[in-house]
């Protein structure tokens, strides 16, 4: 598995779009990026993922770069409740068993 | 619906004893995995089962771990002669996708948090 690296803290204003980006410059062809989160001491928390196109869904975007080097995680309108420590994961999907190797994630602080 | 639960929530034990967790996944689910986290650190991969075959082990520590799912459904981490060193959250996550899907949302339990004293 690709080996990610993200900024260890973040700072975003309550209602602006938080960015966190990641850089994984070894990815191979086939893994994808996944974005997953951990609220407190929760369990994470699946947000999104992607291989080449850019994603959106119900909770954010994820844009990849066409080098696939690096990604963005964007959250909209981040609200107090987003903030968390954010994973990014690059995953083998159909050639894996499926495990995730957690980095050390991105504290993301929301502020009011 | 219900999601993946785990038990007990905590559990404290001297050193030496053998304690058993337990993980509830989601019914139906076919994939389940076994993660540690320690305080400040992302989980760190422990085992993965596709129905009850596990299927990868190669995060368990050492021989003192072990886990099985012996009906595809519930699974059971056991750690014998339990070190302070084992002391850390201990958390299960299922999937309803094969592991080898491209796909492969896993969906995490609350976790059990075991205490080494």
């Known amino acids: 598995d690709a080996k990610t690296t993200q900024p260890p803290s973040m700072d975003c204003a309550e209602g602006r779009a938080a960015n966190l980006p990641c850089n994984h410059s070894?990815?191979?062809?086939?893994?994808?990026v996944y974005w997953y989160r951990q609220i407190h001491s929760q369990g994470p928390q699946y947000i999104i993922h992607?291989?080449?196109n850019n994603e959106t869904n119900e909770m954010a975007s994820l844009i990849i770069t066409e080098d696939r080097k690096s990604s963005t995680l964007i959250l909209p309108h981040a609200t107090l409740r987003d903030t968390a420590v954010y994973y990014c994961?690059?995953?083998?999907?159909?050639?894996?068993?499926?495990?995730?190797?957690f980095g050390q994630g991105t504290t993301l602080q929301v502020k009011p | 619906g219900a999601g993946v639960s785990q038990s007990p929530r905590y559990k404290v034990t001297k050193r030496g004893q053998d304690v058993a967790l337990r993980c509830d996944p989601i019914?139906?689910?076919?994939?389940l995995y076994w993660y540690r986290q320690a305080l400040g650190q992302g989980p760190e991969f422990l085992t993965y089962f596709n129905y009850e075959a596990q299927q990868d082990k190669s995060g368990l520590p050492n021989d003192r771990f072990s886990a099985e799912r012996p009906e595809g459904s519930i699974s059971t981490l056991t750690i014998q002669r339990t070190e302070q060193r084992d002391s850390a959250m201990y958390r299960c996550a299922s999937s309803g996708a094969s592991g080898r899907s491209s796909y492969n949302e896993q969906f995490f339990g609350p976790g059990t948090r075991l205490t080494v004293l």
């Open positions: 070894t990815i191979s062809g086939n893994e994808y």
């Open positions: 019914s139906g689910h076919v994939s």
């Open positions: 994961i690059a995953d083998l999907g159909s050639s894996n068993t499926g495990k995730l190797i």
């Open positions: 992607g291989l080449k």
